[in-house]
């Protein structure tokens, strides 16, 4: 089966930079994506990864290195609207459609 | 307008009902997608559509029929559910289901509850 892992909670300063790490094992890779969801929300697509590297945009940035299964997303200049859930989700083996969310990491930023 | 919309906001039913959820988008995606999540739990995949035809039924049991009348449109009819059903069901788009698919638009989900 596919699994994905991420750290359950993290807390972070308003104003600081955080990173929540994503972990993932699956038969077949097509991309790292993560979305933001808000309590009571619906999640929000924030990037996409599919080759190595860095991709930024704005004050968020993700990461993924296929090599060792691992991506990360960054926050730079935490705000409080940022408290939310965040999580990682692949396009796995089951084909182009199914997608596999992670365990989600719930960020709270405090003042 | 990138706006998936869901109805209705909240359900509660009884064991023996039978309703239906809905969800349209207007955005020409071709890819439509429900989801189960139950509270501080990813989003799980139950089903997807591609080009209007049903192309994953991740073992959902047969309480849940979806039903996809044309591109626009995506319900998801559930009759005999149980308790452990109460759940906030949502549904999802995305371009197609290749290149664009990794870019999923949510609407903002039926909170179920089954008593």
């Known amino acids: 089966g596919q699994s994905l892992e991420q750290p359950s909670e993290v807390t972070a300063v308003e104003g600081a930079i955080v990173q929540i790490n994503c972990t993932y094992q699956t038969s077949g890779f097509y991309g790292l994506s993560w979305y933001q969801q808000h309590d009571g929300g619906a999640p929000t697509f924030l990037s996409y990864?599919?080759?190595?590297g860095l991709e930024e945009t704005g004050r968020f940035s993700s990461f993924l290195s296929r090599s060792d299964s691992y991506g990360y997303l960054l926050l730079q200049e935490l705000q409080m609207k940022d408290s939310a859930s965040y999580f990682c989700?692949?396009?796995?083996?089951?084909?182009?459609?199914?997608?596999?969310f992670g365990t989600g990491t719930k960020l709270q930023v405090i003042p | 307008d990138t706006e998936v919309t869901q109805t209705p906001k909240h359900l509660v039913m009884g064991m023996t009902n039978k309703k239906s959820l809905k969800c349209e988008q207007h955005?020409?995606?071709?890819?439509m997608y429900w989801y189960k999540q139950k509270a501080k739990k990813p989003p799980e995949l139950m089903f997807v559509y591609s080009y209007e035809k049903l192309s994953i039924n991740e073992s959902v049991p047969s309480r849940f029929s979806p039903e996809c009348p044309n591109s626009s449109l995506l319900n998801l009819h559930l009759h005999a559910l149980q308790p452990e059903d109460s759940a906030l069901y949502l549904c999802?788009?995305?371009?197609?289901?290749?290149?664009?698919?990794?870019?999923?638009?949510f609407g903002p989900g039926t909170r179920l509850t089954v008593t």
């Open positions: 999802a788009s995305s371009q197609e289901a290749g290149t664009g698919a990794h870019e999923q638009y």
């Open positions: 990864n599919a080759l190595d």
């Open positions: 989700a692949v396009r796995d083996d089951g084909g182009y459609q199914k997608v596999t």
């Open positions: 955005m020409g995606h071709r890819a």
